[in-house]
């Protein structure tokens, strides 16, 4: 079935060389690593939203998949603690809440999500004077080690740690020239960086930045990924991930004082204990205008493909985006059209 490259290795990236490499195909990673909003993402897969108590968009799809994705890749890897099952306490901000949630967890829907019971203390160290509600069979996914971890088991061919040139492309024949490489096709998984991509650059890609923090905070004791106005997700050895901001004029990757001190302002809301701010980082998150996925073809070139577009649900969306994208691939199987760029033809047909 012949050689893919993929350019970028976030999720998206991962997802589809997982896919490949499980069914045996041939493929290289080409990337540079420092732009990844993956890196840094809490990896938190939840199949609801919080702030309007809904299913998230396909989650009755999506969630079973993921959950299947990962449980067998933790299996594989028995000793790396990559997935961890895990639960969320949402803080609700007053007792008005309570029916709302109570409503939500009794639908169809989110029942099998949703604790329907209200309760009160979460720990000593957590403010949550109006109670939580509990969203039950959440996962958290260490992406760093996740990544790591399949980029450990590949040969050096297979993964290029430079940064993609396009003008090193050659498209003239059946087959794709890249420097010393020969492939069938290419699928790009820049997150972000799509907008320098003279191919897919046109598509609606507008991207948010989200600033997070890592704390060390020993007197912090959970058991549950923790949600108010922001996420605190326990990690390993007294350390936590608190985040994120949602910026949409700042398009530069520098951590900003103002973030900062907001996360601070609502995890001070949340914690009573004492911590230090151990790391601050910022990322562009890979938004769509529409909110759903780009995946699809090149409406000229025919062996260029696009899989982007996973913004803030990365972790739950990408192990079954990239099935789809597998099969449309390799089966001529139709993506669904919510996330095939055909829907963008207007724009696209501006492009190289």
């Known amino acids: 079935m012949g050689k893919t490259i993929i350019v970028g290795y976030g999720l998206a990236g991962f997802a589809l060389a997982t896919q490949l490499s499980q069914r045996k195909q041939k493929f290289c990673i080409i990337d540079q690593p420092q732009w990844s909003a993956s890196r840094v993402a809490a990896g938190v897969c939840n199949p609801t939203v919080l702030k309007r108590y809904s299913l998230a968009w396909n989650a009755d799809l999506f969630y079973p998949y993921a959950q299947r994705f990962y449980n ?3 299996q594989q890897n028995p000793d790396k603690n990559i997935n ?20 939500a967890a009794r639908s169809v829907s989110l029942e099998p999500y949703l604790d329907k019971q209200i309760a009160q203390e ?5 403010i949550s004077k109006n109670g939580y509600g509990i969203v039950k069979n959440a996962i958290r996914i260490d992406i760093p080690k996740l990544l790591d971890e399949f980029k450990s088991q590949l040969k050096d061919e297979q993964f290029i740690e430079e940064e993609f040139d396009y003008s090193a492309l050659n498209l003239s024949g059946k087959k794709i020239d890249y420097k010393r490489h020969v492939a ?9 960086q799509m907008l320098k991509n003279p191919f897919f650059k046109q598509l609606p890609l507008i991207g948010n930045k989200g600033e997070m923090l890592v704390i060390k905070a020993p007197k912090l004791i959970v058991s549950h990924i923790i949600k108010s106005r922001i996420f605190v997700v326990p990690l390993e050895m007294d350390y936590f991930w608190v985040g994120a901001t949602f910026e949409w004029e700042d398009k530069t990757l520098k951590p900003s004082p103002e973030a900062k001190k907001w996360l601070e302002k609502y995890l001070k809301k949340i914690i009573s204990v004492p911590y230090e701010v151990v790391s601050h980082s910022a990322r562009i998150r890979p938004t769509v205008i529409d909110r759903k996925p780009l995946l699809g073809r090149h409406h000229k070139h025919q062996n260029l493909f696009v899989f982007n577009g996973l913004g803030t649900r990365g972790s739950l969306m990408a192990p079954l985006l990239s099935e789809w994208l597998f099969k449309f691939l390799h089966e001529n199987i139709p993506l669904p059209e919510q996330i095939d760029i055909s829907r963008f033809k207007k724009k696209l047909d501006s492009s190289r």
């Open 72 to 74: 067998a890749i933790a």
């Open 84 to 103: 961890y099952p895990s639960s969320i306490a949402r803080i609700f901000p007053n007792a008005e809440e309570h029916p709302v949630w109570e409503k």
């Open 184 to 192: 069938d096709r290419v699928v790009f998984c820049e997150g972000f």
């Open 122 to 126: 979460i720990s000593s160290s957590v």
